[in-house]
């Protein structure tokens, strides 16, 4: 009896051995995707997953793959326990599915910014929150709010007791030449606040020069209300609603000389809010302030405005696009503010600006490469992690009076970076190893390279040298070591001696821990940009002759950052062939996001060879922004991108670029038309529905409440079962890689499985598939993200109107059903309309990939708001 109890628990699985707390505590490592599919593995699981400390804070936000019924069922019987929930960004969920909302009783803090949910509904969900403290909303007619909340006890009360609150502005933009704006004013919800403490503002995004049909004056009809607000946040967006309804609620504020400890104002005039009534009186004390804004102002620091002596506790300043910052700010800054986390300096031109020095014949004159500023700023500020100087040159020459070579030298004696934002030509330097005398050359690489017909061959045979650059095998662990040089190495690289080390190794060398980097040119403007909105005629590239140098060979060396998380480079014209890329898809092995702009040369866009070859190495990359006029996106190109799997939003800008509708198509799915008849046969035949009854496929995928699944679950199986058999090596293995002796028949083939599996997996080759399942982890990894997860789709190129529309038109109505979080904007660049269509994108997509902008340091550091 003994020996068959011990057999019987020996076959139990591992997770039954387990106890709950155990699986609890597993279960606390997992996202939010991974514990819904776990809950619905069995009724033990799902007994766990509804523990509180699962559900006490749940985040849905930019988990594209939920819908509405699928979200009210994970909610409902989890409802009392749920005292934090997210949905912002989830534009796709119904607003019908939203309603079980007013079942968390329980809830303190409620998220909806860019959520369909009217007013009417909004009020009637807070009335059922009687705990509600932080709330976020999305609006889209201000002046319907206060009938609202006038009709609604329920909903004045829960403003009675928010603590912070937080308000998206989502008004139709009105595109006309000759525009109307109509001012207006009423009273606001502060009337109902008593216990505000934090304000925050989020205006549309910059994605247009559109004007609001109105623009809302508030009217505070209680302005003591508001004498507990210590944090006021505008986004940076040039919103004029969003805008005028901001500084009228600051102004209001100030008038009750509270001290703030957050005012974050992009773009605030100081110069006229000064003359206003309490603002300077707030600013005169910044002994509290931690976080400070104020942007693209034209006041001198040190000033009677902004009193920075007293700002000991600041821990982060955004002070880009200022002309008046110069080496004396720095110094200031150095001396009095030592607990600086984040800075953003950006476009600050005049950094290296000295003050007024006597000269012999008397003459007061400044100097313009004092690096001293920067450089105590640097050097007293030791808790920084956050630095953005992008915009600003600092060549060799500026530090020739210093023991550092560049700046990137500099910035290296900071050994716990996370974010950093720098112009290319900070990267370049003077060096000859050999007669130790300084020199400096101007070609970068690959111009000094015989020339040869570019083409696939070429490429290929550039790309071999890269030690093997399409075999996924490859170890990560030092991408850019290779046995040959690339070939786009110009002959004096090649005679260089082994000890030269890159300035950006010495910066990758100290700083391992960076999770954020841009290499952004001073003098290029997106097509797209803050600045201008969706303007292409605002493009403009005039790189720095410096940053000349900086190509292939410097950038090699980012592949070894494998916490890097996000990355953009904008015009570098000395990356050529692009082997910096397959080094960076290799060895950052955690990069999410990649933004790509104008490098190399204009005319022609060499390194897209690299690009190709870089794709299937991109593990968990989600958003691909790619912007060069004469790209080809063409089916190389799509074929390459759709080997990434786990890609979900695309944002394509090529102003004379071609386009492949039929590769754009394939990019999105491959559908298999008879496994999907079969499917909805099985449909139709469980909810008994006649074939001479005149239903669609979409009507009976809503009425079964399920999207097509059939294709997709039997690829897995397959994909399970063949990786299985792989890493076992017996007679099963070789009867599935083997061939048989003898001619094939006449006709065409059957389908291997390896060939299937192969191409849905999107391996590249089957001898790729083979050697993927030797890693168990690295085989369940392409299995998970084999299924198709692409959802945003912008394409902006050189083809007609009409092809766009067509293109943009398909792909709506195939996959609207399946995934109703997808949003597709396929243009020409220089077609009219452009403002308009852009505008129906959502907020979300518009500002994190249209619109090509810095996000180092635009925000405090670790800022969740």
Same mark, same amino acid.
């Not at 992009?266 to 603002?279: A, E, F, I, K």
């Not at 004096?492 to 999770?515: G, N, T, W, Y």
């Given at each position: ?43 033990? *699981? ?12 749940? +985040? ?22 749920? =005292? ?56 889209? /007619? ?103 309804? *901001? ?67 600041? &821990? ?25 986390? @984040? ?52 060549? +060799? &020459?500026?530090?020739?009076?210093? #023991?550092?070579? @560049? ?37 970068? =690489? ?30 990560? /662990? ?17 005679? /260089? ?14 700083? #391992? ?81 990649? @933004? ?21 190495? *991109? ?94 679950? !039997? ?38 499985? !390896? ?27 392409? !299995? ?82």
């Amino acid at each position: 009896m003994a020996s068959s109890e011990d057999e019987d628990s020996s076959k139990k699985l591992v997770f039954d051995r387990l106890s709950d707390e155990i699986i609890l505590f597993i279960f606390q490592k997992l996202e939010f995707q991974d514990i819904f599919h776990v809950a619905q593995v069995c009724k033990r *699981f799902s007994q766990i997953c509804k523990d509180k400390s699962l559900t006490r804070h749940i +985040t849905v936000a930019k988990n594209y793959w939920l819908t509405s019924e699928k979200f009210k069922d994970f909610l409902r019987p989890i409802a009392d326990s749920v =005292e934090a929930l997210n949905l912002n960004s989830c534009y796709w969920l119904r607003p019908a599915g939203l309603d079980v909302i007013s079942k968390c009783i329980n809830l303190t803090s409620l998220h909806l910014i860019q959520v369909r949910l009217s007013v009417k509904n909004l009020c009637s969900i807070m009335s059922f929150l009687s705990n509600l403290t932080n709330l976020s909303f999305s609006i889209s /007619d201000i002046r319907d709010l206060h009938p609202e909340l006038a009709a609604s006890t329920g909903a004045q009360e829960c403003l009675a007791r928010l603590v912070k609150l937080s308000l998206h502005f989502r008004h139709q933009l009105v595109y006309s030449n000759c525009p109307v704006i109509n001012f207006c004013s009423g009273p606001t919800l502060f009337e109902y606040c008593r216990k505000l403490e934090e304000f925050y503002v989020y205006g549309f995004p910059s994605n247009a020069r559109g004007i609001p049909k109105y623009i809302f004056q508030p009217q505070i009809l209680k302005p003591e209300n508001l004498k507990n607000v210590r944090v006021m946040a505008l986004n940076d967006a040039l919103d004029p609603a969003a805008r005028m309804f *901001f500084f009228g609620t600051l102004l209001a504020v100030c008038k009750l000389s509270v001290k703030f400890q957050t005012l974050l104002q992009p773009s605030g005039n100081v110069d006229q809010l000064w003359t206003m009534d309490g603002y300077a009186t707030c600013l005169q004390n910044m002994e509290e302030l931690v976080h400070f804004d104020p942007s693209r102002t034209t006041f001198q620091i040190p000033s009677e405005v902004l009193h920075f002596e007293t700002a000991h506790n600041l &821990q982060y300043l955004n002070l880009s696009d200022n002309a008046a910052v110069t080496a004396e700010t720095l110094h200031l800054l150095a001396d009095t503010c030592p607990k600086l986390t @984040s800075l953003n300096l950006q476009n600050c031109n005049y950094i290296l600006l000295g003050p007024l020095k006597e000269q012999n014949n008397s003459e007061q004159r400044r100097i313009y490469n004092d690096i001293s500023g920067l450089q105590a700023l640097l050097l007293s500020c030791v808790e920084l992690r956050s630095l953005n100087i992008s915009g600003i040159h600092v060549h +060799t &020459q500026d530090l020739a009076a210093t #023991p550092y070579s @560049s700046l990137a030298a500099l910035l290296a004696l900071n050994t716990k970076w996370t974010c950093l934002s720098i112009s290319p030509c900070c990267l370049s330097v003077e060096r000859n190893a050999k007669s130790n005398k300084r020199t400096f050359s101007l070609v970068p =690489e690959g111009y000094l390279v015989k020339r040869r017909r570019i083409g696939a061959n070429a490429a290929n045979q550039s790309f071999s040298m890269f030690s093997d650059a399409s075999s996924p095998t490859r170890s990560q /662990d030092d991408p850019s070591t290779s046995s040959s040089p690339p070939s786009s190495f110009s002959p004096s690289a090649l005679s /260089d001696e082994p000890s030269f080390v890159p300035e950006l190794e010495k910066l990758v060398r100290s700083c #391992p821990h960076i999770q954020n980097f841009e290499l952004n040119c001073s003098g290029f403007r997106s097509a797209f940009n803050k600045y201008f909105g969706v303007n292409p005629t605002t493009c403009t590239s005039s790189p720095c002759m410096f940053s000349l140098t900086v190509g292939d060979q410097e950038l090699m060396c980012i592949g070894r950052w494998k916490y890097l998380k996000s990355l953009q480079l904008t015009s570098i014209p000395g990356v050529n062939q692009g082997h910096c890329l397959v080094a960076i898809a290799k060895g950052c092995v955690s990069l999410e996001q990649l @933004s790509i702009a104008s490098l190399g040369q204009i005319a022609h866009c060499l390194y897209r060879g690299g690009l190709v070859a870089a794709f299937p190495f *991109f593990s968990v990359l989600k958003d691909f922004r790619l912007e060069h006029p004469y790209l080809k996106v063409d089916e190389m190109m799509l074929s390459a991108m759709a080997k990434c799997s786990t890609l979900e939003r695309v944002c394509i800008i090529a102003k004379s670029g071609t386009m492949d509708t039929e590769g754009v198509k394939e990019l999105f799915e491959k559908t298999q038309k008879k496994l999907e008849a079969t499917e909805m046969w099985f449909l139709r035949r469980m909810l008994r529905i006649s074939w001479t009854a005149k239903k669609t496929n979409d009507t009976v995928l809503e009425e079964a409440h399920t999207t097509r699944l059939l294709i997709s679950k !039997i690829r897995k199986r397959q994909a399970t079962f063949f990786g299985h058999v792989m890493r076992r090596e017996k007679l099963e293995n070789l009867v599935t890689t083997g061939m048989l002796e003898g001619k094939r028949s006449r006709g065409k083939q059957r389908e291997k499985l !390896i060939e299937g599996l192969t191409d849905w997996l999107k391996a590249g080759k089957s001898l790729e598939a083979i050697e993927a399942t030797k890693d168990r982890k690295k085989w369940r990894t392409m !299995i998970a993200n084999a299924v198709e997860c692409l959802i945003s789709f912008q394409l902006y190129t050189g083809r007609s109107l009409t092809v766009c529309r067509g293109l943009q038109a398909y792909l709506m109505s195939k996959y609207k059903k399946s995934r109703p979080a997808v949003s597709v904007c396929i243009h020409p660049l220089l077609a009219g309309g452009l403002q308009e269509a852009t505008a129906q994108m959502p907020d979300q997509h518009i500002d994190e990939m249209t619109i090509l902008k810095s996000t180092v340091a635009m925000r405090p550091y670790e800022w969740n708001h």
